[in-house]
Nanobody, 124 residues
Framework: QVQLVESGGGLVQAGGSLRLSCAAS????????VNWFRQAPGKERDLVAA????????IYADSVKGRFTISRDNAKNTVSLQMNSLKPEDTAVYYC?????????????????WGQGTQVTVSS
């Protein structure tokens, strides 16, 4: 089992940057793929960025390619999401989630554990 805690959300102006962190507890962190989702009001929860267990492969939603970067530190049990050139449409609650399956799972029901979420608000 793994527990996930997100941090780093907040209010930022369009064009600004934020860095989200997901800290995982447990000694089996390396057994899980840990990725980032987001959910805006009235919308579904969507995968934003995914990273393989060794950090060597990444996948991004088209809407964030070139602006967001996901990274993983297995020594510190953390996964981070660097968000640059933020837009108002990036406003959402951001969640990190862990799966025992393959790192490129896109459906929320394929993930076993979730953090509580962190709010990101981008003003225009």
């Amino acid at each position: 089992q793994v527990q996930l805690v997100e941090s780093g959300g907040g209010l930022v102006q369009a064009g600004g940057s934020l860095r989200l962190s997901c800290a995982a507890s447990g000694r089996t962190f390396s057994a899980y793929a840990v990725n980032w989702f987001r959910q805006a009001p009235g919308k579904e929860r969507d995968l934003v960025a995914a990273i393989s267990r060794n950090g060597g492969r990444t996948i991004y939603a088209d809407s964030v390619k070139g602006r967001f970067t996901i990274s993983r530190d297995n020594a510190k049990n953390t996964v981070s999401l660097q968000m640059n050139s933020l837009k108002p449409e990036d406003t959402a609650v951001y969640y990190c989630a862990a799966t025992v399956g393959t790192y490129y799972y896109t459906r929320p029901d394929e993930y076993n554990f979730w953090g509580q979420g962190t709010q990101v608000t981008v003003s225009s």
